[in-house]
């Protein structure tokens, strides 16, 4: 039998006091039991107060993730994989299989990627391509993607793009020194 109880919250509307209407407290030492602020409400009030206490919640939020990063970094590196991917409009498993039917190399220079992460100083994963006329920045619409590309391909291809004649200036620049 579910109980209804009235928000604590400025709503004051009588609610099912299950954890669909209600989040649960959690305090160390203590059993679980159900708040007595709607989700809705409580929300309202956890954001007002980020908003009142800015810098201490910053700071808060930097320790929070710092050590949370320093206690599970397997776990970081997924969620800012799935959220590049999101950006790109695709999904990690899409990822997967595009670096599957590569063989796991990129698609220009059929090489693997070698290139090492500043901060996690491990192999960079293959850079999604996308048609920056279609989508200008890092983020896309997931139709102009167009394959797996290591760093230094990526970056030669942006300069191809967005140079006119690049190609041309490099072949000149070649033949010019050539014995």
Known sequence: MTTQIVCTGPCKRT????EENFHMLRQKGKP????TRCKQCHGLAVKAWQEKNAEKFREYQKG????????????????????DM???????????ETFAAQ???CKICRRPEIEIHPKTKQIQRLAVDHDHACCPGDRSCGE??????CAKCNQCLHQ???????????????ASYKK
């Not at 679980?32 to 708040?35: A, F, G, N, S």
């Not at 102009?144 to 590309?149: D, E, I, N």
């Open 160 to 174: 191809v793009e967005e140079v006119p004649m690049w190609l041309y200036y490099v072949s000149d620049y070649l």
């Open 86 to 96: 999101r950006k790109m409009g695709k999904t990690p498993e899409w990822y997967n």
């Open 15 to 18: 609610l099912n006091h299950t």
């Open 64 to 83: 929070w993730i710092k050590e949370d990063k320093a206690s599970d970094p397997e776990k970081w590196r997924e969620r800012q994989f799935n959220q």
């Open 103 to 105: 063989n796991s190399v």
């Open 32 to 35: 679980e039991k159900l708040r």
């Open 144 to 149: 102009c993607v167009r394959g797996l590309l």
